[in-house]
Protein backbone atom coordinates (compact mmCIF):
# COMPACT_ATOMS: atom_id res chain seq x y z
CA UNK A 1 0.00 0.00 0.00
CA UNK A 2 1.56 3.60 -1.11
CA UNK A 3 2.04 5.91 2.11
CA UNK A 4 -0.65 8.19 3.25
CA UNK A 5 -0.98 11.03 1.47
CA UNK A 6 -3.98 13.34 0.11
CA UNK A 7 -5.84 11.70 -2.64
CA UNK A 8 -6.29 14.04 -4.96
CA UNK A 9 -7.25 12.20 -8.51
CA UNK A 10 -9.16 9.05 -9.94
CA UNK A 11 -5.72 7.37 -10.10
CA UNK A 12 -4.54 8.32 -7.00
CA UNK A 13 -7.97 6.58 -5.36
CA UNK A 14 -7.50 3.54 -7.47
CA UNK A 15 -3.61 2.67 -6.14
CA UNK A 16 -5.21 3.12 -2.88
CA UNK A 17 -8.03 0.90 -3.67
CA UNK A 18 -10.92 2.66 -3.17
CA UNK A 19 -11.69 3.10 -7.20
CA UNK A 20 -11.53 0.02 -9.20
CA UNK A 21 -9.14 0.80 -12.12
CA UNK A 22 -12.27 0.15 -15.00
CA UNK A 23 -13.81 3.29 -13.34
CA UNK A 24 -10.78 5.75 -13.66
CA UNK A 25 -11.66 7.29 -17.09
CA UNK A 26 -15.08 7.94 -16.37
CA UNK A 27 -14.19 9.69 -12.61
CA UNK A 28 -11.71 11.63 -14.42
CA UNK A 29 -14.38 13.42 -15.73
CA UNK A 30 -16.62 13.93 -12.52
CA UNK A 31 -12.73 15.37 -11.51
CA UNK A 32 -12.44 17.59 -14.42
CA UNK A 33 -15.86 18.84 -13.09
CA UNK A 34 -15.90 19.06 -8.76
CA UNK A 35 -12.98 19.08 -6.94
CA UNK A 36 -11.65 15.86 -5.08
CA UNK A 37 -9.58 15.60 -2.12
CA UNK A 38 -9.23 13.12 0.55
CA UNK A 39 -7.07 12.98 3.64
CA UNK A 40 -5.50 9.90 4.83
CA UNK A 41 -7.55 9.97 8.25
CA UNK A 42 -10.94 9.72 6.40
CA UNK A 43 -9.32 7.74 3.80
CA UNK A 44 -8.26 5.11 6.37
CA UNK A 45 -11.95 4.84 7.56
CA UNK A 46 -13.24 3.11 4.11
CA UNK A 47 -14.23 -0.46 4.31
CA UNK A 48 -12.75 -1.45 0.65
CA UNK A 49 -14.87 -4.40 0.65
CA UNK A 50 -18.24 -2.55 1.13
CA UNK A 51 -19.51 -1.08 -1.88
CA UNK A 52 -21.48 1.38 -0.03
CA UNK A 53 -19.64 2.26 2.79
CA UNK A 54 -20.95 5.66 3.91
CA UNK A 55 -17.53 7.00 4.41
CA UNK A 56 -16.87 6.01 0.88
CA UNK A 57 -19.92 7.61 -0.59
CA UNK A 58 -19.60 10.74 0.76
CA UNK A 59 -15.86 11.48 -0.66
CA UNK A 60 -15.05 9.08 -3.60
CA UNK A 61 -16.36 10.94 -6.57
CA UNK A 62 -19.34 8.43 -8.21
CA UNK A 63 -20.24 8.93 -12.22
CA UNK A 64 -23.54 9.51 -11.46
CA UNK A 65 -22.27 13.26 -10.30
CA UNK A 66 -22.81 14.10 -13.97
CA UNK A 67 -26.03 13.47 -14.09
CA UNK A 68 -27.94 17.10 -12.68
CA UNK A 69 -31.37 17.40 -12.34
CA UNK A 70 -33.14 20.10 -14.19
CA UNK A 71 -34.28 21.22 -10.19
CA UNK A 72 -30.91 21.02 -9.26
CA UNK A 73 -28.91 24.71 -9.29
CA UNK A 74 -25.65 25.40 -9.64
CA UNK A 75 -26.12 27.97 -6.22
CA UNK A 76 -28.64 25.54 -4.66
CA UNK A 77 -29.10 28.00 -1.52
CA UNK A 78 -28.62 31.48 -3.06
CA UNK A 79 -25.40 32.94 -1.71
CA UNK A 80 -24.54 35.19 -5.18
CA UNK A 81 -27.99 36.96 -4.83
CA UNK A 82 -27.19 38.02 -1.26
CA UNK A 83 -23.35 38.61 -1.95
CA UNK A 84 -22.73 42.40 -1.49
CA UNK A 85 -18.90 41.96 -2.67
CA UNK A 86 -16.72 39.45 -3.09
CA UNK A 87 -16.01 37.13 0.71
CA UNK A 88 -19.37 38.05 1.80
CA UNK A 89 -22.78 36.87 1.84
CA UNK A 90 -25.62 38.70 3.77
CA UNK A 91 -28.67 37.44 4.06
CA UNK A 92 -30.12 37.91 7.80
CA UNK A 93 -29.62 41.38 9.46
CA UNK A 94 -27.58 40.29 12.01
CA UNK A 95 -25.21 38.05 10.42
CA UNK A 96 -23.03 37.28 8.11
CA UNK A 97 -21.27 34.97 6.17
CA UNK A 98 -16.83 35.73 5.73
CA UNK A 99 -15.64 33.44 3.18
CA UNK A 100 -11.72 33.11 3.53
CA UNK A 101 -10.79 30.69 1.14
CA UNK A 102 -12.61 28.48 -1.60
CA UNK A 103 -10.05 25.93 -0.65
CA UNK A 104 -11.66 22.57 2.04
CA UNK A 105 -9.89 19.44 3.31
CA UNK A 106 -11.64 17.02 1.85
CA UNK A 107 -14.32 17.84 -1.01
CA UNK A 108 -17.93 16.21 0.24
CA UNK A 109 -19.42 14.34 -2.75
CA UNK A 110 -22.90 16.82 -2.09
CA UNK A 111 -21.60 20.11 -0.86
CA UNK A 112 -24.12 23.16 -1.66
CA UNK A 113 -21.40 24.98 -2.97
CA UNK A 114 -19.23 22.62 -5.24
CA UNK A 115 -19.31 24.92 -8.19
CA UNK A 116 -17.00 27.41 -6.42
CA UNK A 117 -15.40 25.14 -3.54
CA UNK A 118 -11.49 23.56 -4.52
CA UNK A 119 -10.77 26.71 -6.29
CA UNK A 120 -7.03 27.71 -5.12
CA UNK A 121 -7.58 31.51 -4.21
CA UNK A 122 -8.23 32.81 -0.60
CA UNK A 123 -9.40 36.16 -0.41
CA UNK A 124 -6.97 38.66 -2.12
CA UNK A 125 -5.87 41.04 0.69
CA UNK A 126 -7.70 43.89 -1.22
CA UNK A 127 -11.22 41.94 -0.99
CA UNK A 128 -10.88 40.59 2.86
CA UNK A 129 -9.93 44.32 3.79
CA UNK A 130 -13.25 45.84 1.74
CA UNK A 131 -14.95 43.09 3.69
CA UNK A 132 -14.18 43.50 6.67
CA UNK A 133 -14.70 47.43 6.39
CA UNK A 134 -18.38 46.15 5.28
CA UNK A 135 -18.28 44.71 8.64
CA UNK A 136 -17.21 47.56 10.66
CA UNK A 137 -19.52 49.78 9.03
CA UNK A 138 -22.68 48.35 9.56
CA UNK A 139 -23.28 48.47 13.25
CA UNK A 140 -26.25 45.42 13.16
CA UNK A 141 -24.19 43.15 12.14
CA UNK A 142 -23.74 41.05 15.79
CA UNK A 143 -22.20 37.69 14.31
CA UNK A 144 -19.46 37.01 11.79
CA UNK A 145 -19.52 33.46 10.71
CA UNK A 146 -16.51 31.88 9.37
CA UNK A 147 -16.87 29.40 6.11
CA UNK A 148 -15.64 28.86 2.97
CA UNK A 149 -13.98 27.03 2.00
CA UNK A 150 -12.79 25.79 5.60
CA UNK A 151 -11.37 28.75 7.44
CA UNK A 152 -9.11 25.82 9.24
CA UNK A 153 -7.28 25.03 6.51
CA UNK A 154 -5.32 28.64 7.16
CA UNK A 155 -2.63 29.17 8.60
CA UNK A 156 -2.57 30.28 12.09
CA UNK A 157 -0.91 33.39 11.35
CA UNK A 158 -3.22 34.50 8.62
CA UNK A 159 -6.46 32.86 10.96
CA UNK A 160 -4.95 35.19 13.86
CA UNK A 161 -4.80 38.71 11.83
CA UNK A 162 -8.64 38.16 10.83
CA UNK A 163 -9.19 37.15 14.30
CA UNK A 164 -7.91 40.00 15.58
CA UNK A 165 -9.20 42.38 13.07
CA UNK A 166 -12.77 40.73 14.29
CA UNK A 167 -11.34 41.32 17.78
CA UNK A 168 -11.39 45.26 17.45
CA UNK A 169 -14.90 45.60 16.08
CA UNK A 170 -16.47 46.86 18.80
CA UNK A 171 -20.72 45.24 17.68
CA UNK A 172 -19.14 42.16 16.41
CA UNK A 173 -20.01 39.77 20.01
CA UNK A 174 -20.21 36.41 18.21
CA UNK A 175 -17.83 34.85 15.44
CA UNK A 176 -18.90 31.08 14.80
CA UNK A 177 -15.83 28.82 12.76
CA UNK A 178 -17.50 26.40 10.50
CA UNK A 179 -15.23 23.23 9.73
CA UNK A 180 -14.55 19.58 8.44
CA UNK A 181 -10.82 19.65 9.56
CA UNK A 182 -11.10 18.19 13.03
CA UNK A 183 -12.71 15.42 10.98
CA UNK A 184 -10.93 15.37 8.09
CA UNK A 185 -7.71 16.35 9.35
CA UNK A 186 -7.71 16.02 13.07
CA UNK A 187 -3.68 17.00 13.25
CA UNK A 188 -4.40 20.13 12.16
CA UNK A 189 -6.11 21.21 14.93
CA UNK A 190 -2.61 22.11 16.63
CA UNK A 191 -2.27 24.24 20.01
CA UNK A 192 -1.19 27.29 17.94
CA UNK A 193 -3.88 26.39 15.86
CA UNK A 194 -6.82 26.42 18.68
CA UNK A 195 -5.13 29.88 20.10
CA UNK A 196 -5.37 31.48 16.59
CA UNK A 197 -9.15 30.23 16.92
CA UNK A 198 -10.12 32.59 19.91
CA UNK A 199 -11.40 36.22 19.53
CA UNK A 200 -10.16 38.71 22.15
CA UNK A 201 -13.25 39.76 24.42
CA UNK A 202 -15.69 37.52 21.85
CA UNK A 203 -17.55 34.65 21.92
CA UNK A 204 -16.45 32.07 19.65
CA UNK A 205 -18.27 28.87 18.44
CA UNK A 206 -16.77 26.13 16.75
CA UNK A 207 -19.77 24.35 14.03
CA UNK A 208 -18.18 20.96 13.29
CA UNK A 209 -19.62 18.97 10.33
CA UNK A 210 -19.73 15.22 10.63
CA UNK A 211 -21.99 12.88 9.28
CA UNK A 212 -21.06 9.82 10.53
CA UNK A 213 -19.98 8.52 13.97
CA UNK A 214 -17.19 6.58 12.56
CA UNK A 215 -15.98 10.07 11.54
CA UNK A 216 -15.64 10.52 15.02
CA UNK A 217 -12.36 8.57 15.31
CA UNK A 218 -9.60 8.53 18.47
CA UNK A 219 -7.80 11.88 16.68
CA UNK A 220 -10.74 13.62 15.77
CA UNK A 221 -12.13 13.44 19.32
CA UNK A 222 -8.72 14.27 20.71
CA UNK A 223 -8.50 17.14 17.99
CA UNK A 224 -12.49 17.80 18.97
CA UNK A 225 -11.11 18.09 22.75
CA UNK A 226 -8.43 20.30 22.03
CA UNK A 227 -11.02 23.00 21.13
CA UNK A 228 -13.46 22.26 23.94
CA UNK A 229 -10.96 22.65 26.57
CA UNK A 230 -9.73 26.00 25.13
CA UNK A 231 -13.23 27.04 25.94
CA UNK A 232 -14.69 27.40 22.72
CA UNK A 233 -18.31 26.07 22.70
CA UNK A 234 -18.99 23.20 19.40
CA UNK A 235 -22.65 22.76 17.41
CA UNK A 236 -22.53 19.95 15.26
CA UNK A 237 -24.21 20.08 11.77
CA UNK A 238 -24.85 17.29 9.75
CA UNK A 239 -26.31 16.42 6.23
CA UNK A 240 -29.03 14.24 5.84
CA UNK A 241 -27.87 11.38 3.38
CA UNK A 242 -29.30 8.96 1.34
CA UNK A 243 -26.87 5.59 2.52
CA UNK A 244 -24.82 7.41 4.84
CA UNK A 245 -26.83 8.65 7.99
CA UNK A 246 -30.70 8.12 6.80
CA UNK A 247 -31.79 5.21 9.25
CA UNK A 248 -32.47 5.59 12.72
CA UNK A 249 -29.59 3.43 14.40
CA UNK A 250 -26.93 5.59 12.33
CA UNK A 251 -28.38 8.69 13.34
CA UNK A 252 -29.11 8.15 16.72
CA UNK A 253 -25.33 7.00 16.75
CA UNK A 254 -24.44 9.95 15.47
CA UNK A 255 -25.81 12.23 17.50
CA UNK A 256 -24.80 10.74 20.77
CA UNK A 257 -21.67 10.27 19.46
CA UNK A 258 -21.35 13.93 19.00
CA UNK A 259 -22.58 15.04 22.29
CA UNK A 260 -20.22 12.69 23.76
CA UNK A 261 -17.66 14.95 22.20
CA UNK A 262 -18.97 17.66 23.80
CA UNK A 263 -20.99 19.11 21.01
CA UNK A 264 -24.38 20.15 20.84
CA UNK A 265 -25.97 18.82 17.90
CA UNK A 266 -27.43 22.07 15.99
CA UNK A 267 -28.72 21.82 12.22
CA UNK A 268 -29.65 18.36 10.24
CA UNK A 269 -29.63 20.06 7.16
CA UNK A 270 -31.68 18.35 4.31
CA UNK A 271 -29.37 17.99 1.58
CA UNK A 272 -29.46 20.75 -1.09
CA UNK A 273 -30.40 20.69 -4.56
CA UNK A 274 -26.47 20.41 -5.65
CA UNK A 275 -25.81 19.43 -9.33
CA UNK A 276 -25.36 15.52 -9.24
CA UNK A 277 -26.47 15.12 -5.55
CA UNK A 278 -29.52 13.15 -6.14
CA UNK A 279 -28.06 9.85 -5.71
CA UNK A 280 -27.23 11.44 -2.16
CA UNK A 281 -30.52 13.05 -1.29
CA UNK A 282 -33.35 11.48 0.52
CA UNK A 283 -37.27 12.75 0.81
CA UNK A 284 -38.33 15.28 3.36
CA UNK A 285 -40.90 12.57 5.12
CA UNK A 286 -37.21 10.58 5.64
CA UNK A 287 -36.19 13.17 7.60
CA UNK A 288 -38.95 13.79 9.82
CA UNK A 289 -39.15 9.95 10.43
CA UNK A 290 -35.81 10.16 11.78
CA UNK A 291 -36.47 13.28 13.57
CA UNK A 292 -39.55 11.17 15.18
CA UNK A 293 -37.07 8.55 15.91
CA UNK A 294 -34.98 10.72 17.70
CA UNK A 295 -37.12 12.42 20.09
CA UNK A 296 -38.09 10.69 23.53
CA UNK A 297 -35.82 7.63 22.80
CA UNK A 298 -32.49 9.79 23.00
CA UNK A 299 -31.32 12.58 25.22
CA UNK A 300 -32.68 15.71 24.86
CA UNK A 301 -29.36 16.91 24.04
CA UNK A 302 -29.53 14.55 21.18
CA UNK A 303 -31.79 16.65 19.57
CA UNK A 304 -30.72 18.81 16.30
CA UNK A 305 -33.19 21.25 14.60
CA UNK A 306 -33.84 20.01 10.74
CA UNK A 307 -33.91 22.51 8.91
CA UNK A 308 -33.68 23.23 5.15
CA UNK A 309 -32.44 25.89 2.83
CA UNK A 310 -35.12 27.06 0.92
CA UNK A 311 -33.36 27.19 -2.66
CA UNK A 312 -32.92 30.34 -3.96
CA UNK A 313 -31.69 32.26 -0.72
CA UNK A 314 -35.00 32.93 1.09
CA UNK A 315 -33.03 31.57 4.62
CA UNK A 316 -33.47 28.50 6.66
CA UNK A 317 -36.35 26.89 7.68
CA UNK A 318 -37.58 24.13 10.43
CA UNK A 319 -38.89 21.08 8.43
CA UNK A 320 -39.15 18.72 11.34
CA UNK A 321 -42.62 16.89 12.82
CA UNK A 322 -45.19 18.65 14.47
CA UNK A 323 -46.47 17.20 17.44
CA UNK A 324 -49.26 20.10 18.12
CA UNK A 325 -52.50 20.37 16.35
CA UNK A 326 -55.24 22.28 16.82
CA UNK A 327 -58.75 21.08 17.26
CA UNK A 328 -62.39 22.17 16.84
CA UNK A 329 -64.56 25.16 15.85
CA UNK A 330 -63.63 28.70 18.00
CA UNK A 331 -66.39 27.63 20.69
CA UNK A 332 -64.86 24.23 21.22
CA UNK A 333 -60.94 24.74 19.99
CA UNK A 334 -58.23 22.52 21.83
CA UNK A 335 -55.32 21.16 21.00
CA UNK A 336 -54.17 17.99 21.16
CA UNK A 337 -50.58 17.16 21.24
CA UNK A 338 -48.64 13.60 20.75
CA UNK A 339 -46.54 12.34 22.59
CA UNK A 340 -43.19 10.18 21.70
CA UNK A 341 -44.46 7.09 21.66
CA UNK A 342 -47.38 8.32 18.73
CA UNK A 343 -50.23 8.76 21.71
CA UNK A 344 -52.22 11.63 21.36
CA UNK A 345 -53.37 13.94 24.36
CA UNK A 346 -55.88 16.61 25.01
CA UNK A 347 -54.90 19.80 26.04
CA UNK A 348 -56.89 22.55 27.25
CA UNK A 349 -58.52 25.33 25.25
CA UNK A 350 -57.00 28.61 24.99
CA UNK A 351 -58.03 30.67 27.54
C1 LIG B 1 -26.93 29.42 7.08
C2 LIG B 1 -26.58 30.83 7.01
C3 LIG B 1 -26.39 31.57 8.17
C4 LIG B 1 -26.46 30.97 9.55
O1 LIG B 1 -27.76 30.71 9.89
P1 LIG B 1 -28.09 30.26 11.39
O2 LIG B 1 -29.53 29.88 11.30
O3 LIG B 1 -27.81 31.43 12.24
O4 LIG B 1 -27.18 29.13 11.70
C5 LIG B 1 -26.09 32.91 8.06
N1 LIG B 1 -26.00 33.49 6.85
C6 LIG B 1 -26.19 32.82 5.72
C7 LIG B 1 -26.06 33.53 4.43
C8 LIG B 1 -26.48 31.45 5.75
O5 LIG B 1 -26.64 30.78 4.61
S1 LIG C 1 -16.22 20.70 3.89
FE1 LIG C 1 -18.14 21.90 3.62
S2 LIG C 1 -17.65 23.44 2.02
FE2 LIG C 1 -16.05 21.84 1.95
S3 LIG C 1 -16.74 20.36 0.40
FE3 LIG C 1 -17.50 19.61 2.40
S4 LIG C 1 -19.57 20.50 2.57
FE4 LIG C 1 -18.50 21.67 0.96
Redesign the pocket.
Known sequence: MPKPQILRSPAQLRDHGLVPPERVDALDEVARRYAVALPPALAALIDRGDARDPIARQFVPDACELEARPQELADP?G?DA?SPLPGI????PD???LKLTQICAVYCRFCFRRETVGKPDALPRAALDAALDYIRSRAGIW?V?LTGGDPLVLSAGRLREVMKALAAIDHVKVV?IHTRVPVAEPERISAELVRAMKAKGKAVYVAVHVNHPRELTAAARAAIARIADAGMPLLGQSVLLAGVNDTPEVMSALMRALVECRIKP??LHHADLAPGTAHLRTDIETGQELMRALRGHASGLCQPTY?L?IPGGA??SPIGPHYLERVGANGSARYVVEDFRGQRHHYPPPL
Open positions: IDHVHRYRVLEIRYYVDGK
